[in-house]
């Protein structure tokens, strides 16, 4: 899980995922996403994490765009505020 460094193996994107910045709440399951391919999409929060994982706005998360429309995607992950430092410290982030 962790190393004497402090680092933790965190979850990478698939090929199909994209990390992405979390610009707003919409309300519901909603929210406005900043992706790291420079879209801004719509992205929808599942009932799997709805009522267990609490998203906010700056959150960094996963995001799999929908195939049949590209502005919308699903948010797959969303990691703590000590993963996104690290994801920014290894460069896989801005």
Known sequence: MSDES???NLRMPNDDEVFAVVK????????TLQ???GK????????RMKYRTWINEGDVVLA???DWQDEKANVE?????QDADQLREEGHIE
């Open 6 to 8: 402090g680092r933790r």
């Open 24 to 31: 707003r709440h919409d309300g519901g399951n909603h929210v």
């Open 35 to 37: 992706c790291e391919d």
């Open 40 to 47: 801004e999409r719509m992205g929808r929060i599942p009932g």
């Open 64 to 66: 799999e765009p929908w």
């Open 77 to 81: 992950w969303r990691y703590s505020d």
